[in-house]
RNA sequence: GUGGGUGUAGCUCAGGUGGUUAGAGCGCCAGGUUGUGGCCCUGGAGGCCGUCGGUUCGAGUCCGAUCAUCCACCCCA
């Protein structure tokens, strides 16, 4: 593909054509956030690579892999954000946000930039819809979050997503099961594949989520996570259970749900598709404490999610699900002959600034095809304009949709309140 | 990064074993009503057959490479 019409790979475009579904679901988003109590927050497209170190954690494949990072022209490394939590810690920090008083409460719709082989579902730029809730370290938090996006979730038509939910401690209890489950995989080492041999030393937890069957055969017998929670971490997981259980939200325990970012402790969860193929999470996110000091802040707990539009929107029409078409153009003149041209776009323009869409031909057609135009454009009304109604200063209001047509003055402020009323 | 499928008109796709001007449907434009859309009819425009190289008298068709795309692994939204 040439480079100069070949978006970059991995990146979409968002037509005309369909930059109302985009409309809608921001809208959406935006509406459930705020019916949640929480605010927008902005931040910069890129920051410095040290960030991502620190927080997403320099052993994740995100950071090892998947960053588009370059040197800026002052030498300075910079990065693309990949997610979005980090820069909302940043800035939660940089400008002392807990002043304001806790929690703090904010969300945002951004790009994500991974550099990740393309496929059904997962994109190098992707949009998130994301949450941070900042303060609270106690299980009302999961409520209000996780309870949020089963809000939005459901407002845009998901209603049989999966909700999958797992504890995997914290600092304290988590060294524990790590050494139990590297004491088990030791045993049968003989049989487990190439990756998870590699995986037994940095993250035994990825291995229970293998899909080679002999390495999901072992990962059967293992040791299970939330039997090594500390008291706390127990006491924690089970109180966001009840609220779960009190607000109706259904959800399955699934002790394999690992998060790929290191910041998560205790709550993880997503919410999971089986519409869109093998990318099927759509909303992922979890609790993570040590965050905000970790990248130099005080000691603020935290808990968030991410969910990728893209994704949200491919779910929706797998399953059929239609977002409403915004309205078409509210008048059409069709205008036969060039002495009409001049009175005709003066007309709209007034038409326009009273707020009601107008529109006329400006491809030099005739007639039948400015009718054409008219119906392809969804026009309400049209208002077929000649020298005899401009010298009579009567016109025909066609109806589209019935076809009736009725006398009215050629005058803008009666064409105006007609459309107006019967719109 | 690894593996498999696919690249022909704006879109969805046909084009047995290589053979002259590469097709259809939809869409677009024009006409059939010289002042009225949707349905119907007629005509038209539109194609570096992804790209580069090779085999051949001859390649959309065979081979290689490359790029793109789709799917899976991996990882994540």
């Keep these: 593909m040439a480079l100069l019409t070949g978006a970059p790979r991995g990146t979409k475009d968002v037509l005309p054509s369909e930059s109302y579904q985009w409309q809608y679901m921001e809208e959406t988003l935006r509406k459930a956030a705020a019916d949640f ?32 990072t370059f040197e800026d022209k002052g030498g300075r490394s910079i990065t693309l954000r990949p997610e979005g939590t980090a820069s909302v810690a940043r800035s939660f920090v940089e400008h002392s946000l807990f002043g304001a008083g806790l929690p703090v409460k904010v969300y945002y719709i951004a790009p994500n930039f991974r550099y990740e082989k393309p ?36 407002r845009l038509g998901l209603n049989n997503l999966n909700v999958q939910l797992n504890s995997i401690g914290c600092h304290h209890c988590r060294p524990a099961f790590h050494k139990a489950l590297q004491e088990y995989f030791k045993e049968h080492e003989s ?12 993250n035994p937890l990825r291995i229970l989520d293998c899909k080679n069957e002999s390495c999901a055969k072992i990962a059967e017998g293992a040791p299970i996570g939330l039997h090594y929670l500390c008291p706390e971490c127990k006491e924690h997981f089970e109180m966001v ?8 939200i259904d959800f399955t325990i699934n002790p394999h749900i690992v998060r790929g970012l290191d910041y998560y402790v205790r709550t993880v969860f997503e919410f999971v ?21 970790a990248i130099g802040g005080k000691d603020v707990p935290g808990l968030g999610f991410g969910s990728g539009i893209e994704r949200l929107l491919l779910v929706m029409e797998a399953q059929g699900i239609k977002i409403p078409k915004p309205n078409g153009c509210d008048v059409f003149f069709a205008a036969l002959g060039e002495e009409t041209s001049l009175p005709v776009e ?7 600034q009273l707020g009601i869409s107008a529109e006329r031909d400006t491809m030099g057609r005739g007639l039948k095809a400015q ?43 009666e064409i105006a309140q007609w459309v107006k009323a019967h719109h």
């Design 191 to 202: 049989e487990l594949c190439p990756t998870c041999l590699e995986r037994m030393e940095r």
């Design 346 to 352: 003066k007309m709209i323009f007034q038409l326009r």
């Design 371 to 413: 009718m054409k135009y008219a119906d392809r454009i969804d026009a309400k009304y049209v208002v077929v304009i000649g020298e005899d109604e401009l010298t009579n200063g009567l016109v025909h209001l066609k109806c589209m949709e019935t076809g009736e047509q009725t006398e009215c003055k050629l005058d803008i402020q």
């Design 37 to 68: 109590g929480f605010s927008e927050i902005r931040f910069p497209t890129f920051e410095h690579t040290e960030l991502f170190l620190r927080s997403v954690g320099d052993t994740t494949d995100v950071v090892q892999k998947e960053m588009y």
């Design 119 to 154: 496929q059904a579902g997962r994109l190098r730029e992707h949009h998130q819809f994301g949450v941070e809730y900042f303060g609270s370290e106690r299980p009302e938090a999961e409520a209000e979050v996780i309870g949020l996006a089963d809000t939005f979730l459901r």
């Design 273 to 293: 598709s089986d519409a869109i193929g093998a990318q099927g999470t759509v909303c992922g996110g979890g609790r993570y404490d040590g965050l905000v000091s």
């Design 241 to 248: 259970q009840t609220y779960l259980r009190e607000m109706g």
